[in-house]
Nanobody, 124 residues
Framework: QVHLVESGGGLVQTGGSLRLSCATS?????MAWFRQAPGKEREFVAG????????YYTESVKGRFTISRDNDKNTIYLQMSRVEPEDTAVYYC????????????????????WGQGTQVTVSS
């Protein structure tokens, strides 16, 4: 079993920045950030290989968000910049045993472990 704990959420103004963190209880394979807005399905935001060398983003956050990981600290990050009201959601980190992100890893069911989520609210 792996425990994931997110932190760093909060209220931020449009155009501002925020950094989310996700600490894991032990080393894991590939990891990802998902988000879920009220009344919407959980959606993939960004993913990163176990070794941190490859990253993937949903189109709407490319150029604004950056995912990274520090395997010495068993922590991944999501640096959010130029945030928009549409980024308002609960953000979840997720982990899987496989070291890679595959083409169908955009769906939540591909991940074995989940955090409790952290709320991000962007004010206009």
């Amino acid at each position: 079993q792996v425990h994931l704990v997110e932190s760093g959420g909060g209220l931020v103004q449009t155009g501002g920045s925020l950094r989310l963190s996700c600490a894991t209880s032990r080393h894991t394979g590939a990891m990802a950030w998902f988000r879920q807005a009220p009344g919407k399905e959980r959606e993939f935001v960004a993913g990163i290989y176990e070794n941190g060398e490859n990253t993937y983003y949903t189109e709407s956050v490319k150029g604004r968000f950056t995912i990274s990981r520090d395997n010495d600290k068993n922590t991944i990050y999501l640096q959010m910049s130029r945030v928009e009201p549409e980024d308002t959601a609960v953000y979840y980190c997720a982990a899987k045993s496989s070291p890679f992100i595959y083409s169908n890893d955009w769906v939540p069911s591909r991940y074995e472990y989940w955090g409790q989520g952290t709320q991000v609210t962007v004010s206009s």
